[in-house]
């Protein structure tokens, strides 16, 4: 995760707000959600780490 949010960032055209709404797109694609104190923490995080949670976190549907 840190990985794709430096990349985001670097990118001069790539606002917090648009790495924002990819990992929203992602926790919809997923049927899940990010908890807040796992969002804090997002960007010591790993790609694996944000799938597994994800996982975890899936919402009833």
Do not use: C, P
């Amino acid at each position: 995760m840190a990985e794709v949010l430096s990349w985001l960032k670097e990118d001069a055209r790539a606002s917090s707000l648009d790495w924002v709404e990819i990992l929203m797109a992602a926790e919809e694609e997923a049927s899940s959600e990010s908890t807040d104190a796992f969002a804090e923490t997002l960007e010591q995080r790993t790609f694996r780490e944000y799938v597994e949670h994800l996982n975890a976190n899936r919402r009833v549907v």
